[in-house]
Structures are given as C-alpha cells and as structure tokens.
C-alpha cells in the first residue's frame, strides 16, 4: 500500500485514496487564505434534476453589516477622538451588563431578550470591535433568532475578516436555506468544486466536506457518506473529528490489522488529546505479537490518563505489565504491579487509620491491601516461570485474592452465576499454574451447585486433573479431541507431550499459541515456554513486523507530551500595557504557540480546546485580593494552527466582573495579575467539594505580568479644575471620565478629611453636574450612570435621567438598582415603580426583570431565614447597600 511506504504523517490519507481508488488528490497544507475574497462560481443557474436552483450563495468579498450598524460606523469615524472613545467604552459597558444579566440565575427567555438588547447596542456603537460583535452573533444563536444570526454573522465578519469560524458559519448558514437535501448537496458539491476548494483552503473545506458526508449517511447513501468523509479526512489530517469518525467507520470494513492501525495512528497524530486511543492501538498491536510498540502505546495511554487527573485503572496496568512481561522485561512488570500494591496500601492504610486510630504504626505496617483480581492473576502468571516459593506466594496471594472477592459475592442476593464463574476461573488458574488438584476439584463441586457449567468444560478439567496427578495417557484422551478449537485444551496437550519427551509435538502446539494468542498471558507464557524447549528466541511474524514500523514513526515527542505539554502548545497570558488609566480597556494577550511541525485543529473535540479559562485577581489598595469567578473564553477564530505558528488573541477583562470591580474603586486605581490555563478540566476533589480548575491534556497553565490600573491622585487643586472644566461647558471623554471619579470621592467622607478638601468645592460637585448633565448626547448620559457612584448623593442625576426621554440612561439606571443588596429596597423605590407603569415597552419589560430578581431574592432570603429557625441559627440581618 502506498500509505505503508510512505510513513506516518498522512497515512490515512494515503490507505483511504489506495483503498477506493480515488484519484490522486494534490494535498499541500498553505497557510489558509480567507474564504471571501472572490468566488467565480457561484451557485445561481446551477441546474439539478429537472428544475433550477434559484438562489445564490453568498461568498460576501465586503461582508454586509445591518444598515443601522454601518451608518453608526461611519458617524463615529467623523466624530471627535474624544467622543469615540466614550462611544467604545459604553459598547464595553453594554457587553458587560448583557453578561451579567446571562450570569443571574434563573435565566429566563426575559433575561434573553435583554441581555440580546445590550448586546445589539454595544454592537451598534461599535461595530468593529470582534468581541462585541461575535458575542452577539452567539447570543442570537442561542437565542434561535434568524434574522439576527444573519446579520450578526456578517457584522462578526466585517469586525474581524480572518476569523474562520465565522466564515464557514456564513458559508454553512447559507446552505441550509434550501429545503431539500438535494439542493443542500448540489450547494455543498459545489462549494468543494477545485476552484472554490483552493479559494476556502484544505481546513474549511474539509469541514465542510464533513457536512456534506453526514448529509448523505441522513440520505442512506454510505457510498457517498463514506466518499466524502475520506476527502475531508485528506484535505485535513488534522481535523480530529472526521479523522476519528473515519477511524470508527472504517475499521468496520477492511478486515487488515495493517490499515487499522494506520487508521488509529492518524487518529493519534490528529489528537494527542484522545486519551483511548493510545490503549486501543496498544490492544491490537498486542494481538499481533508487536509487543515493542504495544509497551510503548500502553505507556502513553497511562501518562495521558495521569496527566487528565484520571489515574491508571488496575486493568490498564496489567495491561503494561504484560507488555513489559512479553518484551523479556520480567522486572519491569512486576515493578508496575508493586508500585499500585504500594499505592493501594496507603490507601488501605489510611481508612484504616481513620476507622480504627487506637492501631499502632507496626499493624498499620503490617496490613496490606488485596490486588485486583486481574494484577494478582498477571503477577501469579510472571512468578510462575521463576517456581520456587516466589511462584508459590504469588499463587497463594491470588488464591486469596479470588476468595476475598467471593465471600463478598456470596453476601448478595442473586449471584449464583458470578460466584460459579470466579470458582471455574480460580480452578483453571491453579490447575494451570500447577497449584493443588484436590481444591480445584472441590472448587467445581461448588460451581456446578451454583450454576450449570458447559460439558465441554467439565471435559476440559477433568483432562487436566488427570494430568496434575500424572494420568498422561487419560489425560491426552480427553484433551486432544477439544486441542483443535480450545487454546486451553492445546496447551494441556503441549505439556502432556513435553512431559512425555515428544518435544517437536509439543513444540509445534506451543507455536501454535504463540501466534494465535500472541496478545494474553496464556500465548506469552506459551511463547516463553516454547524458547525454553528450543533454546533460542521465538521471532516475530511478518505482520509484527511492519506494525513495529508504524509505530516507530510516530515522532517520539508525542510519548513526551503528557509530561511536558509545551513540546507541542504552550500559551502566555500578558497585558498589552502595563499601566492603564481607571476607564482604559483592560486588554490581555493570550499567544498561542504550536511548537510541533504538524497542523493542530482548533475545536472543542482539541487536540488545542476551544475554550480557555482566566483566572484574574484583582488587588485593590486596602482591600483583601479579589478573585471571583473564572472568565471562559473562546479562542476560536481559526479551525487550526499550523505547524510552528503563533496567533495573538486579544481580550478586555472589562467585560466581566473585573470591569465591574475597577468601576468600584476607579480612585484607588488596582492591579491585576491573571492567570491563563489551556485547554482545563474541572473536578471537585476536594474536602470543601469545590470546583477546582487545572490542565487537562497538551494543556498549560501560565501566568503573566501585573497590570497596573492607576488611580487619582485627589488634591483640591484636581478637585477644582475638574468642576472648572465642567462649568464651562467643554465635554470630552476625560472631563466625564473625571466627573465620574468625583462622584465616587465625594463619598469617601474619610478621604476628603485626608487631603483636606475644601467642603464648600465638594458641595459643588453633584450641583455642576447636574447642570452639565441635561446638555450630554445620550451616548455620554449611558456611559457615566453606567460607571459613576449609585449612591443618594446621585438622586439628582438620577432624576434628569428618569425624566427625560433616553431609553438607554434609563435602562443602566434601572439595571444599576440589582447592586443594592436589599432586595426589598429594591421593590421600594419610586424608579422601579414608575418604570413599572412607562409607555415604553423596553424599559417596562427591564423594569419587571428588576422586580422578578429582586423578588425572587426576597423568598430565597426567607427560605433561608426559615431553614436556619429549623436548625436554631439566628436569621443575619440583611445588609442594605445605597
């Protein structure tokens, strides 16, 4: 096959085209160019079956934002510095209000709508900005919003034009406007035509070619399910999703070992994350008497289980140390075994201890904890061929094993069977392993009492009895007749004919479960003991052989990669800038680096998980470091990372609770140290049973330097010019960015006493700005009540707000009554009232969002009150924020 000559990195790809003869398909991996630069073909007048398609796809060279949104883009691009940035910094606040609002439990379709609303506007103001325009396009997904997906797809573009996620989400948008599955796949056939392919590049085609498959096995034509899923595995090797749904498929219809691990080992270079298959490929591997390459998969798929928080399962184990035990590595494998005897004994130990303290450190010493009946039988098998008292402890510590086990057993109902089948399995193995004839056969008496055992069976051991007491001749009557389809029966026959002498018949049977059994303990202790007879090692069949090969060519940093994930993706997580002003975007810069030479898919199937966790933490001056919860966010943008290539993402941490925090304190100014982890896992093993967060496989975890927002330094000098400034009338983005610090130290009474600020110019504050006020455009009005104080002193501004007739300074007021953590004074105030009873339906319907939370808060606080009555703990009192 031309795939086995050729070696590993596309050798799935080389079996699919070999194996259904396709023609040769010319696969260069180029840096993927973006899919809407221009498309000569499209999809008007194609003609299919006896009609003509009438509509067109649209490859968008410009892709098209909403009207409403590109008329705003061009105003803001006219409009003064100043007034741009307070228009991004509301887009950001509006972003971060329609997160909280998802974040607030329950979610309700409400809660939908609005947090759909905050993000439509924030789009609206800043249409260029990716993260404000992709976080809506996913809002309106999950809102099941049509028009609005359409719409925000192509604002999602016209943001940020490489973002391939987005293309192939157009692109897929636009086939599943036709009805019929068979215009989809006139659409679809079309869009892989090798003009359009060479346009989209090999990794959006691939996936689109992976659509098309599943749309012809929905067809029940798997010809062409099974054409299109090896074409989009060899236009993207790395595309783990079809690799691994072909790997599946199509082992289901070649019966070759060869090209099914030629299948596994592309599955295993597309995702090193897939933790399954190291152990599969090492199972067949086993079969076939590859035992090399078998230890080295088995030794992968332990480090990857290890390295997911998992830990080896003792089956996994004796899996190894049968590999190791079938390479000559007769003290490797028991090695395994001994390491997970000693880590069951500490276990055993320290229940031990809990359940029983008055036990002295020599019983606890003395105590060891039972093997699993699959190590016992594995160590029992590798003693054996030492004899000795060695063999003869390892028997007897598996004798007890099996015991143990059943006496559980027989205090269950039910279980007749199961303790029948753990005496028959005990009985072959002590009569295999040359153990007493005497307990084996008062061991069957007891399984025949429990459950009705096969004849053939019975035949086995009797004839195998009969050779443990020395019956050769009776025993060879009995055997002989089952050798030919029973493995056990074959080898009964190889000892009676060693034991007689006729060394080639016995020779020739041990051969036989050499091969046929290369992969179980009963074919490798048959292979060890034919070496033995013939004094000279048993070679490995040809079909070994070339499996070796294959795996050898699997590049052997991947065996490193569980350990040391940073041979194949590391990350860094650094601020932009290192010191920023209280309202400057907080932007981190998360660098993803691919250090290996081969493609890694982008997905949440990884092998690099779509999805990051930030943890940042924030510490304000006097205050304890803040960490609330984890950000996840979405890394997608591009369907892979090439071999040797780094992308920079970028992300503002105002958006999220850090932005809320930096609001609370913006004259005290923070630091903020974050920490990143790439591709996490969540577990709660803890005593707390709290969710802890930590890499999972190829995963990484970094933190980066400090990022330092400044606060101000208040003087009455400050003070002074920045009420002058707002007197005279002059607005920009600074003066309001001022007027919002002053709203917060004027109710720092303990700050105004330090500096020793003139009362009289404090009183003057709240009365300046409510004169400035009334004359701001709408889009300043939003941005100070969404950062200025919430207090009473700000009663008057909130008044001008609640009066006049700007939906949005209304709905951040309201939306800014949920930070008061008195529910009922919520309920109270005259705001959330009259809002209750406006003409605007917006504004009623955010009003009656308000009302339901903070209702809902009120009966969880007396649930509470009433579950602590119960148990006679005094009700807290419920503290009242302003």
């Known amino acids: 096959m031309k795939s086995r000559k050729q070696g590993l990195g596309y050798g799935l790809a080389g079996w699919l085209e070999q194996g259904t003869g396709w023609q040769e398909v010319e696969r260069g991996l180029p840096f993927p160019r973006p899919a809407y630069a221009s498309i000569d073909r499209g999809l008007a007048g194609y003609q299919m079956f006896r009609f003509l398609l009438p509509i067109a796809l649209l490859f968008l060279p410009a892709p098209l934002v909403p009207m409403s949104l590109a008329a705003d883009s061009e105003a803001l691009s006219s409009e003064p510095s100043s007034n741009q940035v307070s228009t991004h910094r509301l887009a950001i606040e509006l972003l971060r209000y329609g997160n909280d609002i998802m974040l607030i439990n329950p979610v309700t379709v409400e809660s939908i709508e609005l947090a759909k609303y905050f993000f439509q506007e924030a789009a609206r103001l800043h249409p260029r900005d990716p993260q404000v325009t992709v976080r809506l396009m996913e809002m309106a997904i999950l809102a099941e919003d049509q028009k609005l997906i359409e719409s925000a797809t192509k604002a999602a573009l016209t943001a940020s034009p490489e973002n391939q996620v987005v293309q192939l989400r157009r692109l897929l948008q636009a086939v599943d406007r036709y009805q019929y599955a068979e215009e989809r796949v006139s659409a679809y056939e079309l869009l892989l035509s090798d003009a359009n392919q060479k346009m989209l590049g090999d990794p959006m085609s691939s996936r689109i070619a992976l659509k098309l498959a599943m749309l012809y096995r929905r067809m029940g034509d798997l010809d062409q399910f099974s054409n299109w899923l090896g074409r989009s595995i060899i236009m993207d090797p790395s595309y783990s999703e079809a690799v691994a749904m072909g790997a599946g498929y199509f082992q289901t219809k070649v019966n070759d070992r060869l090209a099914s691990v030629e299948l596994l080992v592309s599955l295993l270079l597309a995702d090193p994350t897939d933790s399954t298959t190291p152990a599969v490929l090492a199972h067949l591997l086993m079969e076939e008497g590859a035992y090399t390459a078998a230890r080295r998969m088995y030794h992968l798929a332990i480090n990857d289980v290890i390295a997911s928080g998992i830990g080896a399962q003792g089956d996994l184990l004796a899996d190894l140390a049968i590999a190791e035990w079938a390479c000559g590595d007769r003290e490797a494998a028991l090695g395994v075994i001994q390491s997970r005897q000693q880590d069951a004994n500490e276990i055993y130990r320290a229940l031990s201890r809990r359940d029983s303290p008055d036990l002295s450190p020599i019983d606890l010493a003395r105590m060891e904890a039972p093997l699993t009946p699959t190590l016992a039988t594995v160590r029992a098998v590798i003693e054996n061929e030492a004899g000795g008292d060695v063999a003869a402890d390892a028997l007897s510590s598996l004798i007890e094993t099996y015991q143990s086990g059943m006496s559980i057993l027989a205090s269950q109902k039910g279980t007749e069977k199961e303790q029948a089948w753990s005496l028959i399995e005990l009985s ?161 810069e998360i660098e993803l680096m691919n250090h290996s030479s081969m493609p890694l898919a982008i997905s949440g199937e990884g092998p690099i998980r779509e999805l990051m966790l930030l943890e940042p933490i924030v510490q304000v001056p006097h205050q304890s470091p803040m960490s609330l919860a984890p950000i996840v966010i979405d890394l997608g943008g591009r369907l892979r990372l090439e071999g040797y290539e780094r992308i920079t993402i970028p992300f503002d941490l105002r958006t999220t609770w850090v932005g809320t925090l930096l609001n609370q304190f913006p004259v005290d100014g923070a630091s903020i140290l974050t920490t990143g982890i790439l591709n996490f896992q969540v577990s709660n093993n803890t005593s707390r049973k709290l969710a802890v967060f930590a890499p999972g496989l190829l995963g990484s975890e970094v933190t980066g330097k400090t990022l330092h927002v400044e606060g101000v330094r208040v003087t009455e000098e400050w003070v002074a010019a920045a009420i002058g400034s707002a007197q005279r009338g002059v607005v920009d983005s600074q003066l309001l960015a001022d007027l919002s610090i002053l709203t917060h130290m004027v109710r720092n009474s303990s700050l105004i006493a330090e500096k020793e600020i003139d009362q009289e110019l404090i009183g003057q504050v709240i009365p300046t700005i409510a004169e400035l006020f009334p004359g701001l455009d709408e889009v300043q009005k939003a941005w100070f009540m969404s950062v200025a104080s919430s207090g009473e002193l700000m009663n008057p501004i909130k008044s001008i707000v609640m009066q006049g007739n700007q939906s949005l300074p209304k709905m951040i007021v309201l939306l800014r009554l949920l930070e008061n953590r008195d529910p009922s004074e919520i309920l109270a105030n005259p705001m959330l009232t009259s809002s209750l009873r406006s003409g605007n339906d917006r504004i009623k319907q955010l009003a009656e969002w308000v009302e339901q939370r903070a209702q809902f808060s009120v009966e969880s606080e007396i649930q509470q009150q009433s579950r602590d009555q119960k148990k006679g703990v005094a009700p807290a009192k419920s503290p009242s924020g302003d």
Do not use: C
């Open 428 to 588: 072959w193995l002590v009569l295999w392993l040359d153990g007493d004839v005497e307990d084996v056969a008062k061991w069957l008496d007891q399984a025949q009492k429990l459950a009705d055992i096969d004849a053939e069976a019975i035949k086995r051991f009797d004839g195998w009895i009969s050779f443990r007491r020395g019956f050769d001749e009776d025993a060879a009557l009995i055997l002989e007749p089952l050798s030919e389809e029973d493995s056990a029966a074959r080898l009964g026959m190889a000892l009676i004919r060693e034991h007689q002498g006729r060394k080639q018949d016995a020779a020739r049977l041990l051969l036989s479960l050499t091969r046929s059994e290369a992969g179980s303990i009963l074919g490798i202790w048959s292979r060890d003991r034919l070496t033995n007879l013939l004094g000279a090692e048993v070679p490995m069949t040809d079909s070994a052989v070339e499996l070796t090969k294959v795996i050898d060519s699997i590049p052997s940093a991947i065996d490193r990669y569980p350990q040391d994930p940073r041979l194949a993706i590391s990350i860094d997580v650094e601020p932009r800038e290192s010191t920023i002003g209280p309202y400057d975007p907080v932007i981190i």
